[in-house]
C-alpha cells in the first residue's frame, strides 16, 4: 500500500508561477524525501527532510514537514516549462541500517504552461 | 559520475513468457533496490540488496518474481511465468550507505509490456 498521498492529482499553471503540492503520511517517519519524475531525466532527488526538521530550502524549492499532522509540502517559486513533472514524496529511507526502501505515494502531476 | 545503468529500456512479451531485466548501480554504492512502477501510480519497492545480500523482499512475488546480486555489484531481476499485470517499468535504484538518511539514485527504468 501506499504510504504518501500527493494532493492535488495534478496542477496546471502559468511559468513564473508558484507551485504547492502537498503530502499526507499515516505512519511515524525518519525523514521524507520528494523525487521529480519526467521523460527525460527520469526519477531524480529534490530534497530529503529529517523528522526533526520543520522547513528546508534548496534554490527555487522550500519544503515544510509538520509531524503532528503528518504532512508536508513541496513549493516550487518563479516556475519553469522544465519544472513540468510528475513530483513524488517518499517516506522511509532510514531505519538504522536495515531496510530502507522507499514508499512513495501517486505523485503529483504539474504542468507548466509557457 | 556513471548514473544507475538499466537494460532493456523496452521488452516486450506475451503472457507466460519469462524476462529478465538487468541493473548496473552507480560504483561504491553498496545498496541497490528493484521498484515495480505502474502506469499512474508512484514506484513500489520489491526487493533491497545490501551487498550480495536480501535485506528486505517483503512486497516481491516470490512465486513468479525472483532477483540475485552476485558478487555485491550487478543485479538481475526476472519474471516467470509474466502476467498481464506485470505490465510497468521497472526500477533499480542504488544508495550508498552513509549511516544517516540518503537519497536513492534511480536508473532510467525499463518498460515492459506483457500482451
Known amino acids: 500500500s501506499q504510504q504518501g498521498e500527493e494532493d492535488p492529482q495534478a496542477l496546471s499553471i502559468q511559468e513564473g508561477e508558484n507551485a504547492t503540492m502537498n503530502c499526507s503520511y499515516k505512519?511515524?517517519?525518519?525523514?521524507l524525501q520528494w523525487y521529480r519524475q519526467n521523460s527525460g531525466r527520469g526519477l531524480v532527488h529534490l530534497i530529503l527532510?529529517?523528522?526533526?526538521?520543520r522547513e528546508k530550502h534548496s534554490g527555487r524549492l522550500r519544503v515544510t514537514l509538520d509531524t503532528s499532522k503528518k504532512s508536508s509540502s513541496l513549493l516550487i517559486t518563479a516556475s519553469r516549462a522544465a519544472d513540468t513533472a510528475s513530483y513524488f514524496c517518499?517516506?522511509?529511507?532510514?531505519?538504522?541500517?536495515?531496510?530502507?526502501?522507499?514508499?512513495f505515494g501517486k505523485g503529483t502531476h504539474l504542468i507548466i504552461q509557457p | 559520475e556513471a548514473g544507475v545503468a538499466q537494460s532493456p529500456r523496452y521488452k516486450i512479451i506475451e503472457k507466460r513468457q519469462s524476462v529478465a531485466f538487468w541493473c548496473n548501480p552507480i560504483?561504491?554504492?553498496?545498496?541497490l533496490y528493484w521498484y515495480q512502477q505502474i502506469l499512474g501510480q508512484g514506484p513500489k519497492l520489491l526487493i533491497q540488496?545490501?551487498?550480495?545480500?536480501?535485506?528486505?523482499d517483503s512486497q516481491l512475488p516470490k512465486d513468479r518474481f525472483s532477483a540475485e546480486r552476485l558478487k555485491g555489484v550487478d543485479s538481475t531481476l526476472k519474471i516467470q511465468p509474466a502476467k498481464l499485470e506485470d505490465s510497468a517499468v521497472y526500477l533499480c535504484?542504488?544508495?550508498?550507505?552513509?549511516?544517516?538518511?540518503?537519497?536513492?539514485?534511480f536508473g532510467p527504468g525499463t518498460r515492459l509490456t506483457v500482451t
Open positions: 535504484a542504488s544508495s550508498f550507505d552513509s549511516g544517516t538518511p540518503h537519497e536513492q539514485y
Open positions: 505512519t511515524s517517519i525518519n525523514n
Open positions: 527532510i529529517r523528522s526533526n526538521e
Open positions: 517518499a517516506t522511509g529511507g532510514y531505519s538504522g541500517g536495515g531496510a530502507d526502501g522507499l514508499t
Open positions: 560504483s561504491g554504492h553498496a545498496t
Open positions: 540488496f545490501q551487498n550480495n545480500g536480501v535485506v528486505d
